[in-house]
């Protein structure tokens, strides 16, 4: 099976050999922390080893009731915010056509709510699923979080509208907290079918639990594939054979010690854009504390060249760039021949689309060096299940490898509770008395 590969000599003249070399120990120390469990966050170190530790009858099971959903739904909506969202809708987009609504068609089109609080956004979901067929996936590791918690009131009113409490409680699949939060206790009541988030995964590493598996099954995609990339790359990772991930995270350091302190990752496929949203979440809740940390932003290209291209080829020398280079399209397109080539494109008439993609990748990564900008690259093989399983894993290890060489906590994300804080004063959650007369004095 081909590997996903790190490719660093586009930052090589940017950093020391000897600036790297010395943060090998680091690098080094900082995977043994991972795998003996001696570092800052260490109770929340059950992603390390989950791929291998995932039993084929949880895959089953999860399997099972997807398929159950994709008979009794036409649509699937699934709720969440943050790590309960972004890495199932990342692995969809990814795998998913571009255009035909839902593929395969037999499987029901998965939608999401909860991820923010527009009342335009609700609204609309509302109405288009008055006359559907839908079940809900409601996800929150906490089973507290407001966002998918109201997106949850809203659209179980609905259901139990259209369908009766009894036949929605079957469409109807939770995944929380194995004892504690609203959400469990609401599940046990009701009765619905529910999977556990384990206490020692967080949010942002959950993708390869029921928090992803389940909508990526109902979307029809293959989850053991999915799992055995990542299994594949945990392996290799962990004995030593692939030094990718520990490679990767000691580049970045170096490079943000030489003052990029903002990191782009790139794409040059559309359907990684949300790859991008999930990889920001990752790095951002994981390493930006203590007043520290890379800031992680992402980009389409080419789309965002004829935007963001300037910024990055001539603005302030703060950032550098990881490319996610997809080597084969799945599809083979090729740019026709016309006699009359008033549209001058004839140089390139009979090849692929995706050749003028890639000399349009190799073109913009050696201008962007040129210019002063550091690139690192990651190449997946193709965009499938089985690769995107180990860019999963890749990215998820060298997370915490880098966050451990920063000298953070890369497992708790102490920073997310303050706007909770304001706005449960602001709206006069009962138990924030004191907070709401503060923050009242202040506005
Ligand atoms: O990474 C995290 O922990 C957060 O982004 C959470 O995933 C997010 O806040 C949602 O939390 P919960 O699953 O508890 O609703």
Known sequence: MEKIQVNVGGASAFVSASGIEALVPDGKAALAKLTDGTGLGNDFLGWVKLPTETSDELLDDINATASRLCELCDVVVAIGIGGSYLGAKAVIEALSNSFASYIPSNTPKVLFAGQNIGEDYLYELKEYLRDKKFGIIVISKSGTTTEPAIAFRVLREQLEAQMGREEANKRIVAVTDEHRGALRTLANTEGYKTYVIADN??????VLTPVGLLPIAVAGFDIKALVEGARQMEKATLSGSDSSAMTYAIYRNALY??????????????????????????????????????????????????????????????????????????????????????????????????????????GTRIAHIDGGVPNLQVVMPAITEQSLGQLIYFFEAACGISGYILDVNPFNQPGVEA??????????????EEETAAIKAKI
């Open 201 to 206: 995964v967080g949010g942002r590493f959950s």
């Open 419 to 432: 706007y909770k804080r304001n706005m449960f004063a602001l709206l006069e959650k009962p138990g924030y």
């Open 257 to 362: 010690r030489s003052g990029k302190k903002i990191e782009i990752l790139v794409n040059y496929n559309p359907k990684l854009h949300f790859f991008g949203e999930w990889w920001k979440q990752l790095y951002g809740e994981s390493e930006g504390k203590d007043h520290k940390g890379i800031y992680p932003a992402a980009v389409d290209n080419t789309t965002d060249l004829h935007s963001m291209g300037q910024w990055i080829q001539e603005g302030e020398r703060i950032i550098f760039e990881t490319v996610i280079s997809v080597a084969k399209a799945d599809n083979e397109l090729r740019i026709p021949f016309e006699e009359s080539n008033l549209d001058g494109l004839n140089y390139i008439a009979g090849k692929r689309v995706d050749e003028v993609n890639k000399m349009a990748e190799l």
